[in-house]
């Protein structure tokens, strides 16, 4: 899963890109509102956490633009004003939540991960292809009842591939929902991550559901 904060409070954006990393969500930051709806419509987040005071284009106006283009991520708004005209004006614009600071991370995650579960709203809570087992709200991964323990790439490449079975998922794919903007292109470290799971979720099975789609990418699916 994919996040863009733009926050012009560079303490405050980086203490949340560093917490939402920490629960394995792959995250760009920018300080600018101008510069964050570019990013906006041109990545395909999966969510948006945006501050309504931001230089050169206010959160609001972000947010209108990129509901104008028919962008219907999921939009966190965070703001200091507490005033009900704010947060009103927030939704009209075609927020999902409302964030006012200062607010606890426990908090923000949480809105958060109830926003990318309303988001994906065809995917069910618990994933599961044959016997892996993927529990999204603990992040704990089992395949025919063994615990198996993935670092957080690891989980949200397998997260990914998860919400996707049965679909051909190609390296930019997999890039621009698993990896954030510091991404090298050039480098086969999808790849190495993708074997990095092999050797945790197939090695030594009979079946297996990591598959590679010659001269396009991977799939996950039972057979
Ligand atoms: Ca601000």
Redesign the pocket.
């Known amino acids: 899963m994919r996040v863009l904060v733009i ?3 560079t303490k405050v954006g980086s203490f949340i890109k560093r917490a939402l990393e920490e629960e394995s969500y792959a995250v760009d930051f920018c300080e600018d509102g101008a510069k964050g709806l570019e990013m906006a419509l041109a990545i395909n987040y999966d969510l948006l956490v945006v ?4 230089p050169s284009m206010s959160g609001l106006d972000v947010l209108k633009n990129i509901r104008r283009e028919r962008i219907h991520t999921p939009v966190l708004i965070l703001s ?1 004003q507490s005033q009900i005209d704010q947060r009103v004006k927030g939704l009209d614009a075609g927020a999902d939540d409302y964030l006012t600071k200062p607010f606890a991370i426990d908090e923000l995650l949480a809105r958060v991960r109830a926003l990318l579960r309303r988001g994906a709203s065809e995917s069910p809570g618990i994933l599961q292809v044959d016997d892996l087992i993927l529990n999204p709200a603990t992040r704990d991964v089992t395949r025919g009842g063994q615990r198996i323990d993935l670092t957080l790439k690891e989980y949200a490449l397998l997260e990914y591939l998860m919400r996707h079975t049965g679909r051909v998922l190609t390296r930019p794919m997999i890039s621009e929902h698993v990896w954030n903007q510091d991404f090298d292109t050039f480098t086969n470290v999808i790849d190495v991550y993708v074997n990095y799971l092999r050797n945790k979720i197939d090695r030594g099975r009979s079946k297996k559901l990591i598959h590679t789609i010659r001269g396009s990418g991977y799939m996950l699916k039972a057979d």
């Open positions: 926050e012009d409070e501050d309504v005071m931001l200091a």
